[in-house]
């Protein structure tokens, strides 16, 4: 399978000059630390710790460095590496890493879009299934504050969220449908009414979702999030162990400039764009079967060009997905021999590939 590494200049915090105003000493010293996390190379992506965006509020304060780890749950033993990486700077008396992880998640994606309307919450739908098709145990967190669409698509009828007592205290317990496990803030929200919150509860509901769902243990957990690039979005982002993003968008011009645009968003903290999925490709012909690209073509593989990452898959437009979206009943589900299931099953065979346990180096 192609590399994942994305071609852009990565502008994330540890390549850019130092957050704050250091004095000439302390500012060595932080370039000094970083240069040594980048000697860490993930083994799944075969990129460093730095550039995939897992080390985050790095600070160096005199002879001490702290800094977050942002991590799956099979990637805890990074933390030692860090700490052995960082132990013989001459100068660090001591380093303070806080793991920040989904407890029992390996595996945590995102789902984006530039835009609204190109279907990002029936390819999220779609692949959570795929991948639960074969055989992995997978979460779906319906992050979409202004659409949660997703309890619908699974045919999750308007339930109170139940909590339960764990370890660590009170967590969300998720819904089951289909084989996977969902959590929406549509579920806290009355049907029909509108999600209207303002910044500060938007932080704190999408902080808990997060970090207060009992979720078990996960292979996959997607998060669909919501269109665009504001406060939401950022808030997943920056409190999540996101390793990944799949970006939707439909062929036409208008729709790969809005993707453009949330690229920047990810490449902030390294997130690296994992591949482009085209929604809406074409629509076959249901007499002769031939393909008519009616919202233009191209614009899935122009995108997949800049950003040097796969094309992971075309979907044509087929009246079953919206039926199946409807109903409850995810169309890779219920028609798993249509043109549409099958590019979802080659999606998840695709990431099945890429995050497929590898061994842990000594």
């Known amino acids: 399978m192609p590399s994942h590494a994305s071609p852009f200049r990565q502008t994330h915090p540890e390549d850019a000059p130092p957050p704050t105003p250091m004095d000439a000493v302390t500012e060595a010293r932080y370039r000094e630390a970083v240069q040594c996390l980048k000697q860490i190379i993930e083994p799944v992506l075969k990129r460093d710790m730095v550039s995939l965006g897992m080390v985050r509020n790095l600070r160096v304060v005199d002879d ?15 933390r030692q590496v860090v700490l052995d990486r960082l132990h013989p700077l001459p100068w660090c008396k001591k ?3 806080q793991l920040c992880t989904i407890p029992g998640v390996r595996t945590t994606l995102a789902i984006s879009s530039g835009k609204g309307g190109v279907g990002k919450s029936t390819t999220s739908v779609n692949l959570a299934t795929a991948l639960s098709l074969q055989g992995a145990r997978v979460g779906l967190l319906d992050a979409d504050v202004y659409g949660p669409n997703v309890p619908q698509m699974l045919g999750i009828n308007p339930v109170e969220v139940s909590l339960v007592d764990t370890p660590e205290g009170q967590r969300f317990l998720p819904l089951e449908a289909q084989g996977i496990k969902v959590m929406s803030v549509g579920l806290l929200a009355a049907p029909d009414h509108p999600l209207a919150w303002r910044g500060p509860v938007l932080h704190k509901i999408i902080t808990q979702f997060i970090h207060e769902v009992a979720w078990g243990d996960l292979d996959y957990l997607l998060i669909d999030l919501p269109p665009g690039t504001g406060d939401a979005q950022i808030t997943i982002i920056q409190e999540s162990p996101i390793c990944g993003v799949l970006l939707v968008t439909t062929p036409q011009q208008v729709a790969i400039a809005d993707v453009r645009r949330s690229i920047h968003m990810f490449r902030r903290v390294g997130i690296p764009v994992l591949g482009i999925v085209e929604n809406m490709s074409y629509l076959l012909c249901g007499h002769c079967g031939e393909p008519t ?8 593989q122009q995108l997949a060009e800049e950003l040097q990452t796969p094309l992971l898959g075309q979907v044509p437009i087929d009246p079953l997905l919206c039926a199946g979206g409807d109903a409850g009943t995810p169309l890779t589900l219920a028609y798993p021999n249509s043109v549409p299931a099958q590019v979802f099953r080659q999606i998840a065979a695709a990431l099945d590939h890429t995050f497929a346990p590898v061994p842990i180096e000594a």
């Open 64 to 78: 001490y460095i702290s800094l977050r780890l942002y991590v799956g749950q099979h990637q805890h033993y990074l």
């Open 95 to 97: 380093a303070y890493v």
């Open 293 to 300: 690209p009616i919202f233009g073509s191209g614009g899935g």
